[in-house]
């Protein structure tokens, strides 16, 4: 019985990882943006449910939020600032480090400095066995499930999918078509930003919300697309799962500090011998 | 990302080695903080000999700020006290403050200013010790200036010129560690630590009470500091049928260490978990129900029923009405006001000379009838001080957390240096 509660705290941290990475992976795929904002954005998120509750309303109603108010954020960056940057990524790093600093400091006021505490919106755990397992973590594992099936699906399944990889594919040749791809990098970056938001009113019960809480996973996460491979979702997805099971199963055989190095060591290590990610055939 | 067919355009385009190479600059950039003046708060009247001048360099900007910026504010209402009630020895207090912003190397340009620019006649502040290292030579050697250091620490901090005023591991364990084994027959602990040097001494002066006392220590394990999943450590506690964890895990990885502990049922069958940092400020960092049964010990919680402390509290609140930034133990606020109240009576006792040699001596025996939590005396050639030690514990009701004070241990020695 220990084993599966094994499997599960390493399935709950994979889902955790999962959600955090999906934004970003499909920002950094479609539109070759890496979105060095992506921590402040998850970290939105979870202040929106912060915020939603200081308003009196209940934490679900500010999960639902989260990815709409984010959406917005997302859309209205891309159009005022994002689009310029297309043409060249390392400034586009800086810039959304940039945006990403401004937004920490300014949630770093707003929280005096503090950590808050956000209570989950299904308490407590349930007992299989002996063994104690948390409603909370339950529901995580399967909302990223239902998340990462709908998004292959609406990428790979649908018309909107497939424009989006049209203008990937080909820009020129799609807005000779007839598609705006200004209109579908604005509506992927704004998909990719409610990702995010999802992710940090999802995640922010584990922990708890600071200004900071989205820094320590944006390393992780750039690593789970270096390793996933850019250019599809999978990829990206794929990663993240190695990266987070990495982190929660290695802190059993070898001593804590020591883990989290080795996890970098072994996930650069793979990127040394496959450069091009563990998935690259088949872009989406 | 791209496949490279002939995309045409000025497209996106960005490999992993010119990402590595953006990532470099980023950090090569860097990030340089800090405040360029300071803040100056004048006596509202004056003195033939001037005012004296007291440097408070504290992190108003940065992680720490929370507890900073309650320093700076119990410095103020401190001083703001004693210049109401006619100056030390009719002279008045001259407030300068420098913000150390989180960052030791910032910090030690700022504090440099309170010793060249100001020429301040002592300095109070710094919270983590890795400041206190920073800043300590600037002021005490190079700067041949008085230094009160006022936080919880672990200890080993002999300086000459250098006081501390916050309570030391023999202060926070010697009476907590029996308590929990004696009287709450813990036989089994479990130290799970943030890696750094507060965490590792402390755990070593603990590890030595919980054996001389019969306990044991199953496993003493150290994190980064923002380690977010901890199924392992749980697991081991779980295994190593641990009774009583002594945890020094510090935020951010404090928050889902603690509700990983609870959802693993530790505290529902009996587990005790005990850590001597926590104050009322943690009291919102998890919900109520993995707060409950927690033991802390600290110099001062606003539990304590003492006619001159809940004044203090009350006083604090009127000054500073709603504020953010509470007067507790944890946050250094207590060491800092006992650091400016034992720096008063040793100005009281020279008559009025500030050179330093004669304020350290006087320093050196200071004492205080009245503080947070009750008075305290600087032992004599140790430059720490005895203070008065609580034992706490915190209880819900109604869903509100609290610190239940349940013992009090008078005059508790810090045996350092």
């Not at chain 2, 496949?3 to 860097?30: E, H, I, K, Q, V």
């Not at chain 2, 403050?97 to 504090?111: C, I, Q, R």
Request: contains cysteine; charged residues 20%; hydrophobic residues 45%.
């Amino acid at each position: 019985m220990l084993d599966v509660k094994l499997a599960f705290d390493i399935l709950a941290f994979v889902s955790v990882m999962v959600l955090i990475v999906m934004g970003l992976g499909v920002i950094a795929s479609m539109m070759g943006v890496f979105n060095f904002a992506h921590g402040e954005f998850v970290m939105l998120g979870a202040y929106t449910v912060f915020a939603m509750q200081e308003a009196g309303a209940p934490s679900w109603a500010g999960i639902i939020a989260a990815p709409l108010v984010l959406a917005c954020l997302g859309l209205a960056l891309e159009r005022l600032v994002i689009r310029r940057w297309y043409a060249a990524p390392i400034i586009a790093m800086l810039g959304t480090f940039a945006i990403g600093l401004v937004i920490r400091e300014i949630v770093r006021g707003l929280l005096g400095g503090h950590y808050k505490s956000i209570e989950e919106p299904v308490r407590g755990s349930f007992a299989l066995g002996g063994v104690e397992f948390s409603w909370w973590r339950t529901v995580i594992i399967f909302v990223t499930a239902a998340v990462v099936a709908a998004c292959w699906f609406f990428l790979t399944r649908t018309g909107t999918g497939l424009r989006i990889r049209g203008a990937i594919e080909n820009p020129m040749l799609a807005r000779a078509c007839g598609i705006s791809t200004a209109r579908l990098y604005g509506f992927t970056f704004a998909f990719g930003a409610a990702l995010a938001g999802l992710a940090g009113a999802l995640i922010v019960p584990l922990y708890q919300l600071s200004a900071d809480i989205g820094t320590r996973f944006l390393v992780q996460s750039f690593l789970s697309v270096m390793l996933g491979g850019v250019g599809s979702f999978t990829g990206p997805v794929l990663g993240a799962s190695a990266v987070g099971a990495m982190a929660a199963g290695l802190p059993w055989v070898v001593i804590p500090v020591l883990a989290d190095p080795l996890v970098f060591v072994i996930a650069l290590t793979i990127v040394r011998f496959r450069p091009q990610g563990l998935l690259r055939q088949g872009r989406l | 990302m791209r496949s490279d067919n002939g995309r045409s355009g000025t497209g996106p385009s960005l490999g992993r080695r010119r990402l590595l190479a953006g990532t470099g600059a980023l950090a090569a950039a860097g990030w340089i903080g800090g405040t360029a003046g300071g803040w100056v708060l004048r006596p509202r009247w004056a003195h033939a000999a001037g005012p004296i001048k007291m440097g408070i360099a504290t992190d108003i900007t940065g992680p720490i700020a929370p507890s900073g910026n309650a320093d700076w504010q119990v410095a103020q209402f401190a001083v703001e006290q004693i210049n109401g009630a006619g100056g030390v020895g009719g002279r008045p207090i001259e407030l300068f403050l420098e913000d150390t912003a989180s960052d030791p190397k910032t910090a030690v340009g700022n504090v440099r200013r309170l010793i060249q620019q100001r020429k301040v006649d002592v300095v109070l502040g710094a919270i983590t010790s890795a400041m206190r290292q920073a800043i300590k030579d600037p002021i005490v050697n190079r700067g041949r200036t008085l230094y009160i250091y006022p936080q919880l620490y672990e200890g080993q901090e002999c300086t000459k010129f250098l006081f501390c005023t916050g309570p030391t591991p023999a202060q926070q364990v010697d009476e907590l560690i029996p308590y929990l084994i004696k009287e709450k027959g813990r036989k089994r602990f479990a130290m799970p630590s943030a890696n750094y040097v507060w965490p590792q001494l402390l755990n070593r002066y603990a590890r030595r009470v919980i054996e001389a006392h019969g306990g044991e220590v199953v496993f003493e394990e150290y994190y980064p500091l923002d380690q977010p999943e901890y199924s392992a450590t749980i697991g081991k506690i779980r295994d190593g049928r641990v009774d009583c964890v002594f945890s020094t895990v510090i935020a951010p990885g404090l928050q889902p260490f603690m509700k990983q502990l609870y959802e693993s049922g530790f505290q529902r069958e009996g587990g005790i978990v005990t850590c001597v940092y926590y104050d009322e400020n943690l009291l919102n960092y998890h919900p109520p129900q993995e707060m409950d049964g927690l033991y802390s010990c600290l110099d001062y919680f606003q539990a304590v029923d003492d006619p001159f402390s809940r004044q203090l509290q009350e006083g604090y609140a009127k000054r500073f009405p709603g504020t953010r930034y509470l007067f507790t133990a944890g946050s250094a606020s207590t060491g800092m006001y006992r650091g400016i109240k034992l720096y008063e009576a040793a100005v009281q006792e020279t008559g009025g000379k500030l050179g330093r040699e004669d304020v350290a001596a006087a320093l050196d025996h200071a004492k205080i009838a009245q503080g947070p939590g009750g008075g305290a005396e600087m032992v004599p050639g140790k430059m720490h001080c005895r203070m008065n030690m609580y034992v706490a514990v915190c209880k819900v009701e109604a869903g509100k957390p609290r610190y239940d004070v349940i013992r009090r241990h008078d005059m508790v020695d810090p045996k350092e240096c």
